[in-house]
C-alpha cells in the first residue's frame, strides 16, 4: 500500500463513486457524476487511475467494470495528512478546531469524538508514566 495516495479533483470524484458503489462501468460513473463529462475522459481518467494502481477492472459483457484497490479510509487518511501539513502546520488542535466550529454535531458524533480523545489522552498518559 503506497504511503501517499493521491488524486485529482476528477479522480476523487470518480473514486468516490466506486467507493459508494463498490464499482462500476464507464457509463455507470459517468451517469453518477455531478457534471456532464465526456464518456472518453471518464475512460480515460479510470486508466490513469488503473495505472496508479487505484483501481482494478474485469470484463462485464461488453464493458469494463472498475473496482477500487485502494480503500476510502486510506486515502482519507493521507488525504487529511496533507491538509494538516500543508494548512494546519501540523497541529491537530487547529485542524479539529476548524472542523468543528461550523458544523452541526449531533450528540452521537459529540459523544464518538470525546470517547477518542479521552482514549488518546489514556494513551498519552500511559506513555508519559513509562518514561
Known amino acids: 500500500m503506497p504511503d501517499d495516495i493521491t488524486f485529482s479533483n476528477r479522480e476523487l470524484d470518480v473514486m468516490s463513486i466506486l ?4 464499482s462500476g462501468t464507464v457509463a455507470e460513473v459517468r451517469e453518477r457524476l455531478d457534471v456532464d ?3 472518453t475522459s471518464v ?5 490513469v487511475l488503473e495505472e496508479k ?3 482494478t477492472h474485469e470484463k462485464d459483457g461488453r464493458a469494463h467494470r472498475y473496482f477500487p484497490t485502494v480503500q476510502a479510509k486510506d486515502a482519507g487518511r493521507t488525504a487529511l495528512g496533507r491538509v494538516v501539513d500543508k494548512i494546519f502546520h ?4 487547529l485542524t479539529l478546531a476548524r472542523l468543528v466550529e461550523d458544523q452541526a454535531i449531533s450528540p452521537r458524533e459529540l459523544e464518538r469524538m470525546r ?4 482514549g488518546l489522552a489514556r494513551e498519552h498518559a500511559r506513555t508519559e508514566e513509562e518514561k
Do not use: M
Not at 475512460?43 to 486508466?47: A, F, P
Not at 470517547?115 to 479521552?118: G, H, Q, V, W
Open 43 to 47: 475512460l480515460k481518467c479510470l486508466q
Open 53 to 55: 494502481g487505484h483501481v
Open 115 to 118: 470517547k477518542i480523545l479521552d
Open 37 to 39: 463529462v465526456g464518456y
Open 90 to 93: 501540523g497541529s491537530a488542535e
Open 19 to 22: 467507493w459508494e458503489n463498490e
